[in-house]
């Protein structure tokens, strides 16, 4: 398939899907119940000023999270904050960098995760992502670290990377449980979560995967001010 065949494609899966009005027409109410059983979100920046999602996969309680939304509005719901990236994200840490960013730095959690972990509905989920960002949202991810892989993580990724792109594999870097010096080599301890090896705790915002912090939300509070006082 040519490049414009590829284009013509995201043209139309975004119109049939609505994702050029998904930021203001879709709410997922659930986001509070869904993060206590799929921990996930964006955090700050590294240290060229690119977004930092963190997603804490070792968690994941799939019956849990099925009791309090379904898969298709999950999906959804990521498709959304691709969306708020590319609209939102991308366009604040651009002018808080003063450069240009569009590209986003990823920590994926594996503590605790092995072939067991990976059941057909947690399969469902991760195929459903992997599709929809590989067709719709490519070359938007600059650079990968997975921590916390064990001895089980291990086997499952070397089952999988065949079946990845090789310019996403080569993105991707997997530690073990030493992996906070990596860590601050790319995202400042004050930026970092504590559980990460960092000081940041967003006490006051019930915890870093749940306080979306970073320009985008500095930007949009500034906006919101200026909206009030005219």
Same mark, same amino acid.
Not at 64 to 77: E, H, S
């Given at each position: 398939?040519? $490049?414009?065949?590829?284009?013509?494609?995201?043209?139309?899966?975004?119109?049939?899907?609505?994702?050029?009005?998904?930021?203001?027409?879709?709410?997922?109410?659930?986001?509070?119940?869904?993060?206590?059983?799929?921990?996930?979100?964006?955090?700050?920046?590294?240290?060229?000023?690119?977004?930092?999602?963190?997603?804490?996969?070792?968690?994941?309680?799939?019956?849990?999270?099925?009791?309090?939304?379904?898969?298709?509005?999950?999906?959804?719901?990521?498709?959304?904050?691709?969306?708020?990236?590319?609209?939102?994200?991308?366009?604040? *840490?651009?002018?808080?960098?003063?450069?240009?960013?569009?590209?986003?730095?990823?920590?994926?959690?594996? $503590?605790?995760?092995?072939?067991?972990?990976?059941?057909?509905?947690?399969?469902?989920?991760?195929?459903?992502?992997?599709?929809?960002?590989?067709?719709?949202?490519? $070359?938007?991810?600059?650079?990968?670290?997975?921590?916390?892989?064990?001895?089980?993580?291990?086997?499952?990724?070397?089952?999988?990377?065949?079946?990845?792109?090789?310019?996403?594999?080569?993105?991707?870097?997997?530690?073990?449980?030493?992996?906070?010096?990596?860590?601050?080599?790319?995202?400042?301890?004050?930026?970092?979560?504590?559980?990460?090896?960092?000081? *940041?705790? *967003?006490?006051?915002?019930?915890?870093?995967?749940?306080?979306?912090?970073?320009?985008?939300?500095?930007?949009?509070?500034?906006?919101?001010?200026?909206?009030?006082?005219?």
């Amino acid at each position: 398939m040519d $490049e414009t065949n590829v284009f013509a494609d995201m043209l139309d899966w975004r119109k049939n899907f609505g994702s050029n009005t998904i930021i203001k027409e879709f709410d997922f109410k659930e986001l509070n119940e869904v993060q206590k059983y799929y921990p996930q979100g964006y955090h700050s920046v590294d240290k060229e000023g690119r977004p930092v999602y963190i997603e804490r996969l070792g968690k994941i309680d799939m019956e849990g999270l099925l009791k309090v939304t379904t898969l298709d509005r999950y999906v959804k719901y990521q498709i959304q904050q691709y969306e708020k990236t590319i609209t939102i994200r991308f366009p604040a *840490c651009s002018v808080a960098a003063n450069k240009h960013i569009n590209r986003s730095m990823a920590i994926l959690d594996v $503590e605790g995760v092995s072939f067991k972990s990976f059941t057909r509905p947690v399969q469902n989920v991760l195929m459903q992502l992997r599709k929809v960002y590989d067709n719709n949202y490519p $070359e938007t991810l600059c650079k990968m670290v997975i921590v916390n892989a064990g001895p089980g993580f291990r086997l499952v990724w070397n089952a999988v990377k065949c079946f990845l792109d090789p310019d996403t594999v080569s993105k991707i870097q997997v530690l073990g449980n030493k992996y906070q010096s990596k860590l601050l080599e790319l995202i400042d301890e004050s930026e970092l979560p504590d559980f990460l090896g960092g000081r *940041c705790s *967003c006490k006051y915002e019930g915890g870093c995967l749940r306080s979306d912090r970073g320009p985008w939300k500095d930007i949009s509070m500034a906006d919101h001010e200026l909206k009030l006082k005219k």
